[in-house]
Nanobody
Framework: QVQLVESGGGLVQAGGSLRLSCAAS????????MGWYRQVPGAQRELVAD???????NYADSVKGRFTIYRDNAKNLFYLQMNNLKPEDTAVYYC????????????WGQGTQVTVSS
């Protein structure tokens, strides 16, 4: 069983920055993809950004140019750098990791709250 633990959430003013971290209980290099999702009450969890094993990144239109997903294999962490935060970025953020072998398996962290005040 893979465990993911997020950290780095908090309260920030609009225009500020936060960096979320995700620690995994196994080598992150083994994951086929890693990502960050967010969810607000009453809404479905949505993709914010993901990073495939080959280094290809994908971002939600609402965060392009402001957020960056990246990994540090030496520290076994992956990150979401969030700049120029907006009140609409307020949500619980979850890290996600996917393994394709022997079958598709998805793992989630417990979530970390990000609140952006106007």
């Amino acid at each position: 069983q893979v465990q993911l633990v997020e950290s780095g959430g908090g309260l920030v003013q609009a225009g500020g920055s936060l960096r979320l971290s995700c620690a995994a209980s196994r080598d992150i290099f083994s994951f086929n993809a890693m990502g960050w999702y967010r969810q607000v009450p009453g809404a479905q969890r949505e993709l914010v950004a993901d990073l495939a094993h080959g280094g290809i990144t994908n971002y939600a239109d609402s965060v392009k140019g402001r957020f960056t997903i990246y990994r540090d294999n030496a520290k076994n962490l992956f990150y979401l750098q969030m700049n120029n935060l907006k009140p609409e970025d307020t949500a619980v953020y979850y890290c996600n990791a996917v393994l394709w072998v022997p079958a598709v398996q998805q793992y989630w962290g417990q979530g970390t709250q990000v609140t952006v005040s106007s």
